[in-house]
Nanobody, 123 residues
Framework: QVQLVESGGGLVQAGYSLRLSCAAS???????MGWFRQAPGKEREFVAT????????YYADVVKGRFTISRDNAKNTVYLQMNSLKPEDTAVYYC?????????????????WGQGTQVTVSS
C-alpha cells in the first residue's frame, strides 16, 4: 500500500510554469510513476510516466517538449515540471504508482492514486 500526496498546483497565466510534486509514503523506488490529468467533462488522460530508476520516460504528444517528469527515490517524490503552460492544460493533475517498474502509459497498470491538485491556466 502507498499513499500519494500531490502539491504545487495553482492558477497561472499562459506561458508561465508550475512544478508539481507527489510525495509517497510506502513502497516507491521499485515502481514506475505516472502523471495523469482530468479536465471538466473529460476522461482522465495520460500525461507522463517514468521508470523505477528514472532512466525511461514517456510523454503524451500534447505535452512533449513542455513537460518534464523526474523522480528522487531518496525523497520518495516524483515531480512534473510544466513549462509554457496553455489554457488547455487546465485540469486536475493526479500522480499514480504503477504495479510495474517499467514506464507505462497504460491506465490499468496503475494501482495507487493521489487525490489530485488543480492546475488552472488563464489566457
Amino acid at each position: 500500500q502507498v499513499q500519494l500526496v500531490e502539491s504545487g498546483g495553482g492558477l497561472v497565466q499562459a506561458g508561465y510554469s508550475l512544478r508539481l510534486s507527489c510525495a509517497a509514503s510506502g513502497r516507491f523506488s521499485s515502481y514506475a510513476m505516472g502523471w495523469f490529468r482530468q479536465a471538466p467533462g473529460k476522461e482522465r488522460e495520460f500525461v507522463a510516466t517514468i521508470s523505477w530508476g528514472g532512466g525511461t520516460t514517456y510523454y503524451a504528444d500534447v505535452v512533449k517538449g513542455r513537460f518534464t517528469i523526474s523522480r528522487d527515490n531518496a525523497k520518495n517524490t516524483v515531480y512534473l515540471q510544466m513549462n509554457s503552460l496553455k489554457p488547455e492544460d487546465t485540469a486536475v493533475y493526479y500522480c499514480a504508482r504503477a504495479a510495474v517498474g517499467r514506464a507505462t502509459m497504460t491506465f490499468d497498470e496503475y494501482e495507487s492514486w493521489g487525490q489530485g491538485t488543480q492546475v488552472t491556466v488563464s489566457s
